[in-house]
């Protein structure tokens, strides 16, 4: 019998139009180009402003550029995985209200949380439908408007994130392309130092909540910093030694865009040359669910058929992981 793998055939993305670059936010808080720039690796994000706009507008424009791009009918789509920490709301999945958007008449489709680690885990689950050969069509989304949780009065923490969607879909593949190995992690330490303290079931919303600013994301940025530089490098370099790859046989890191120090210390774990990392930390900085694929979007050029990706991530909770797949495709 062939064994099924499961490759990414197809990648999508959107970005909303609206730049708020590190010279907008000097006139928002105490802070600095220099200071940013230095210590992050971002210079501008993108923001959703329109009213009334939540993460689904947003997916919804990432799927039907895959859509386009890969020629296919969305009916033939089997399950749709919205990978996102900011759903459109607490109840009412967004990925079923995107699969209706997109014309996936014929698909399910659920949400996934796992912040920014959220599309690594849904490569996981994606993935792993395809090779059982249950599915043969799964939309792998990955979007998040973060400008919906952030408090721009704090410069810790608005700064760093961005809103942003990515796409990939994943099909059966019989010459062993797609996803090779994984290696995922969580540990409930993290659960202190990146959060939103109120508007779950252990703090419901009310006027108190509201006044104390405890809907929006607080990080502890040293130690998440600490725990991420570690997580991250000792996956992908986990990932390489069990699959008996040398820095010469990866191709390409793509990790996730949080801090480019961060990013810079795995490549160095892994002994990767500075043109195999790919970043794009700087235009987009860290957009949660989207890092991953927008990458991909960004790259696809250089992507070659038969190449190594190594996938990193690391975000709250924590959650953290590495994926190695093989590149499927040429792009056209
Ligand atoms: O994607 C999910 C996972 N998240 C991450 O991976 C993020 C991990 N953390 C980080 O990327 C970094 O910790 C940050 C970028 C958030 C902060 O960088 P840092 O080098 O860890 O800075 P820090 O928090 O240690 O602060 C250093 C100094 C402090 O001043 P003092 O106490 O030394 O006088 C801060 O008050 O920088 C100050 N500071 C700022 N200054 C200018 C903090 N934020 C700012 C700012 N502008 N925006």
Redesign the pocket.
Known sequence: MTTITAAITAVGAYVPEFVLSNQV?ETM????DE??TT??GIKERRLLKEKGKGTSFMAIKAAQDLISKANINPEEIDLIIMATTTPDMPVASTGVYVASQIGATNAFAYDLQA??SSFLYGMSNAAAYIQSGRYKKVLLIGADKMSSIIDYTD??????FGDGAGAVLFEPNYEGLGLQDELLKSDGIGREY?KIDAGGSILPPSIETVENRQHYVF?D??T??KY?VSGMADVSAKIMERNNLTKDDVNWLIA?Q??K??IDATANRMELDEEKVLVNIHRYG?T?SATLPLLLSDFEDKLKKGDNLIFAA???GFTWGSIYLKWAYNKQ
Do not use: S
């Open positions: 936010l808080v105490d802070t600095n200071w940013i210590r992050t912040a920014c410069r810790a923490t608005c700064i760093i990146l990080q940025g040293k998440v910093f991420a996730h949080a801090n120090r961060i860290n949660t690391f975000g709250g």
